[in-house]
């Protein structure tokens, strides 16, 4: 594969507004496959303590948020986070993630997640990572697989979007290092 047109990093405060443009300018975009977050999260101000919160919960091994920065221009076009961390003998997380709407179909979002599942794997020691996705976004589950998940069923009636109880799709991948 030729070099990276993106990179992940972890968000400063300096990409506030980015952030909250970002957001905005995707909103009904995203609501269309998630939870509506409500108004407050598309503030810059709602952006800037998410940002600062998001350095807080890394060093508590809580959560791991990254932005999504074309290699050109070093322009915020997306997010993709670790959440749910579980240690112990678990040693799991969750995947989600966001990419502004103008990127979409161009492999983007898949080569993030890859950098993140190694990430994951080799920084910071993961067993598994799972993803959810909406069956009505396909393309989600797409990058997923893609970055190589395996479905492992339907998680029934999991998620409220838009009033509307939804089936996700559950995909996983497992750290090649564990592998018997």
């Given at each position: 594969?030729?070099?990276?047109?993106?990179?992940?990093?972890?968000?400063?405060e300096?990409?506030?507004a980015?952030?909250?443009?970002?957001?905005?300018?995707n909103?009904?975009?995203?609501?269309?496959f998630?939870?509506?977050?409500?108004?407050?999260?598309?503030?810059?101000?709602?952006q800037?303590?998410?940002?600062?919160?998001?350095?807080?919960?890394?060093?508590?091994d809580?959560?791991?948020?990254?932005?999504?920065?074309?290699?050109?221009?070093?322009?915020?076009?997306?997010?993709?986070?670790?959440?749910?961390?579980?240690?112990?003998?678990?040693?799991s997380c969750?995947i989600?993630?966001s990419l502004?709407?103008?990127?979409?179909?161009?492999?983007?979002?898949?080569?993030a997640?890859?950098?993140?599942?190694?990430?994951?794997?080799?920084?910071?020691?993961?067993h598994?990572?799972y993803?959810?996705?909406?069956?009505r976004?396909?393309?989600?589950?797409?990058?997923?697989?893609?970055?190589?998940?395996q479905?492992?069923?339907?998680?029934?009636?999991?998620?409220?979007?838009?009033?509307?109880?939804?089936?996700?799709?559950?995909?996983?991948?497992?750290?090649?290092?564990?592998?018997?």
């Amino acid at each position: 594969m030729s070099e990276s047109q993106i990179y992940i990093r972890f968000p400063q405060e300096a990409d506030t507004a980015e952030l909250a443009a970002l957001y905005k300018r995707n909103r009904e975009f995203f609501e269309e496959f998630s939870p509506s977050p409500g108004d407050d999260y598309y503030t810059e101000e709602n952006q800037l303590q998410r940002i600062i919160q998001s350095k807080t919960d890394r060093d508590e091994d809580r959560r791991y948020e990254f932005v999504i920065c074309e290699q050109e221009n070093d322009q915020v076009i997306g997010t993709v986070g670790l959440t749910f961390v579980t240690r112990g003998p678990q040693q799991s997380c969750m995947i989600g993630y966001s990419l502004d709407q103008a990127y979409n179909g161009k492999g983007y979002m898949t080569e993030a997640v890859k950098q993140l599942v190694r990430y994951a794997f080799e920084e910071l020691g993961f067993h598994r990572i799972y993803g959810e996705a909406t069956l009505r976004n396909p393309g989600s589950i797409r990058v997923l697989e893609k970055a190589g998940f395996q479905k492992e069923g339907i998680a029934r009636s999991k998620l409220k979007v838009n009033g509307v109880w939804t089936d996700l799709q559950v995909l996983a991948i497992i750290n090649p290092a564990d592998e018997v």
